[in-house]
């Protein structure tokens, strides 16, 4: 493809936009990728286009190598099946709900697991016709209640989505495993460095998942990993174990006075001891029941760790506590009392004696042996921190965040029981399809892509997504040197920009480097014999005659 820049619609900025912070979104604004209609809400201009069309197209041919049929599913989905799997509540306000004229309730579709199970029970009948894989690459919507960093953080997305249909749990693990590769092998064809992390299912359910995750520093995962064997998780799924506590003498138990201390950090500094030595008592309403979960006090509990626990807590009120029989802010562990389960998190192994709260307002006790106090349950909802120890092999954890493009999850029949989508096993018997989910951001790729391949000039965009290969800068009066350089360009399967603007040649050159064209090369009315070739990744240049500009190019095209 040819494309001229004097009637080409974009128009390149010299300054970032005020409200960006990523720098992937201070690029896609400036090179003219992308334009904002309304708060998370972007429309693509052309040259962002054939970036989105591009890596839908990587998407498209893994996935249709593994076998994978594409189909499009309706956006505007009514209100039933969501409720029959009880998502329509659980989603809430992130998704976009509507009426029609009858009063009836629909949504724009944040995912697709309703819709597809309903059709699989509609269409597949019987096991022979399994195992299948289906996808789509189209337009999600969730109301994200702060669209941030461009596109990483949307209201209107573009997703490919898949979904696997199995009558055991050894077929729907061979295609698990298909896909991850074929993820691995889509952003690897991409040039990006990434992590597949175990993580947590979420609202999309289901009893294994896994994420993969492209390091950048407006990354919104935070991910472990131990170099010493391998393992790797997200925060939300993340196990460790707590370093030991430095050795102190153990004091005689006894409670003591500490005036107005009613957080931990008060608490340190009152008795002097370090904050890992006190147990903080975490008080929550829990699936409607009462529970004092006990965590080390340079902890936190984890809120998706939470979440997995119960399918609705809250912090408990402070007339809740008083109500219980305890002093809020001086909470500590007491057996016998009505109602209420005490869980004691795994931060606390390391513990042998410690700081409690006295149930008396200022005081608490020290000297308490952690083996000594009450508890129902040893649970791990305490955050993971960076120094922990693996759980595998008790090498020192390291973290580092980054953006989540791609996640796969093992649903089992999450979704085939309540819609009641079956088919006849080979004795007859109707059972539920055992299913897989498998999603990948096409929009957030470009964000990814751009947030590891750029420098202070702009995008380095590779090859394989660039939105066009090579870029040409004119100067002086060369049009029929022009044409017959573009003309062998194209027919060597390159797409090619003719910057022909009335611009001077600095602005041009700038503007070529703003947009990441990987190939930039200047024809001079001066020597049109020979022109100048710059690849965007290397800053190489080199001075070639015109014949042996296609071979220089596609010889240095497998390293763009």
Known sequence: MIAHAKNFFYKTLREDPKDAEAVSHKLLIRSSMIKQIASGIYAFLPLGHRVLKKIETIVREEMDGIGGQEMTMSIMMPAEMWKKTGRWDIYGDDMLKL????????????????????????????????????????????????????????????????????????????????????YQRILGRMDLSFSVVAADPGQIGGNLSHEFIVPAKVGESTVFKCDKCGYVATSEVATSVAPALDTLEKPDQAKLHTPNSSSIDDVSQVLSLPKSRIVKAVMVIGDSKPYMILVRGDRNVDESKMNRRFSEWRMMTDEEITNMGLVPGFVGPKAHIEGLTILKDKSLDNVDWGVVGA??????????????????????????????????????LSSFTGLEVGHIFRLGTRYSEPLEAFYHDA?????????????????????????????????????????????????????????????????????????????????KFVDADLVGFPVRIVVNAKNTDQVEIKFRKTGEVVRVSRNEVVKTILDEAKNL
């Open 99 to 182: 009426k029609d004229r009858k009063e009836q309730d629909f949504c724009l579709g944040p995912t697709h697991e309703e819709q597809v199970t309903t059709l699989a029970g509609q269409v597949i009948s019987s096991y022979k016709q399994l195992p299948l894989l289906v996808y789509q690459i189209q337009t999600k919507f969730r109301d994200e209640p702060r669209p941030r960093f461009g596109l990483i953080r949307l209201r209107e997305f573009v997703m490919k989505d898949g979904y696997s249909f199995h009558d055991n749990e050894e077929s729907l693990h061979e295609t698990y495993m298909e896909v991850l590769k074929a």
């Open 427 to 507: 004795n007859g018997e109707r059972k539920p399809f055992i299913m897989g989910c498998y999603g990948i951001g096409v929009t957030r790729l470009v964000s990814a892509i751009i947030e590891q391949h750029h420098d202070d000039n702009g995008i380095v965009w590779p090859w394989v997504v660039a939105p066009f290969h090579v870029v040409l800068i004119p100067i002086g009066t060369v049009q029929s040197s022009l044409d017959e350089l573009s003309d062998s360009l194209v027919k060597a399967g390159l797409d090619v920009f003719v910057d022909d603007r009335d611009e001077r040649p600095g602005v």
């Open 359 to 396: 149930n008396e307002k200022d005081y608490h006790i020290v000297g308490v042996s952690l083996g000594d106090i009450p508890y129902d349950e040893i649970v791990d909802v305490g955050a993971v921190v960076e120094g922990d120890a693996c759980p595998n092999c008790g090498g020192p």
